[in-house]
């Protein structure tokens, strides 16, 4: 009896031997089995249209100071800032208070150069009649000379005056600034500045490889954060002909017509040329990943079981795509999902 208990319990140990052994070796398979699995997509050049994005503040086409001739004290500002304002509107009312005594200047000026008229007249006719000498007559046409001097700078003084006590504005535009109040005497500064804005202006700085693209007449849109997903129409009416040392750029000027002078100066706006097209690889946006603590982009490239990380340079963002400028070649595959186990040169398996 014994003998048979003996013979059945070491059938049972090694009956139960093959079943953990074997669970043992599946686990070590599955682990050994760590390589990435990824999707990849075969990428190619195209033609792609070339944009020149800028941002840039509004000026006016014309700037026009409002000044005193001369100091005075001012009685009345019709206009504030902010305020259109039209060509020969009357802005701001000065003291007169000297007027009158420049008037008077006017005055005595033309008595005097009347009376200087009939001495030199009566001159010259008592020389044809033998009564008067030459010299006479060549004094006082001197003096006739001089008295006409007299009361041509008494009445453009007079002018002057009367132009400083009433300041128009000889353009036509908007007040972008109001330097003193009622009560004020002029001084250095401007009474008002007015700003011209049919049209309005924005300069944008265009780098040296944009250069060759860009010239005057070329068309131009204009946006601006007042009137989100509004387009103006703009022309570049001038390119600098020479760089700026600082920044190494050329200064290029867009006009926008602004007929409704809806567009102020000051405002931020962004301008958009089309700068023709060229042949670059484009990319699932997918496929590129930004390298975290940095502004550098980068693409893994699947070639024979492995993978490249290729630093790339991005151009325009095209839908779900990006102009890559740099870093992949046509025809390259590049991966598209699983990226986050990679690293340059592991190997991987191609999901299907």
Known sequence: ?????????????????????????????????????????????????????????????????????????????FVDEGMRVSKGQKLVVLDDVNTSSYETQVANAKANLENVQLNYDRAVELLKIGGGTQQNVDQMQLQLTNARNTLANAERTLRNVRENTVLISPISGVVTARNYDPGDMTGTLPVLTVARVQPVKIVINISESELSKVSKGMPAQ???????????????????????????????????????????????????????????????????????????????????????????????????????????????????????????????????
């Open 222 to 352: 204009v946006t601006f954060d007042t009137y989100p997903g509004e387009e103006f129409s703009g022309t570049i009416t001038m390119v600098a002909p020479t760089v700026d040392v600082n920044s190494r750029t050329f200064g290029a000027e867009v006009t926008v017509q602004n007929p409704d002078s809806r567009i102020l100066p000051g405002m931020f706006g962004r301008v958009k040329l089309n700068l023709g097209t060229a042949e670059h690889v484009v990319v699932p946006d997918l496929a590129v990943v930004k390298q975290p603590g940095s502004g550098n982009h980068y693409v893994y490239v699947y070639k024979d079981g492995k993978v490249c990380y290729n630093k790339v340079e991005l151009g325009q963002r095209l839908g779900d795509a990006y102009e890559l400028l740099s870093g992949v070649e046509p025809g390259a595959q590049v991966v598209v999902s699983g990226q986050a186990k990679l690293a340059d040169g592991a190997s991987v398996k191609v999901s299907k």
């Open 1 to 77: 009896m014994k003998k048979y208990l003996y013979a059945a319990t070491a059938l049972l140990s090694i009956a139960t031997l093959p079943a953990c052994s074997g669970s043992d070796n599946n686990q070590t398979s599955e682990k050994e089995d760590n390589t990435p699995i990824v999707k990849i997509e075969t990428v190619n050049q195209r033609e792609v249209v070339q944009e020149g994005n800028y941002t840039a503040t509004v000026e006016p086409d014309l700037i026009n100071n409002i000044s005193a001739s001369s100091p005075n004290r001012i009685k009345e500002i």
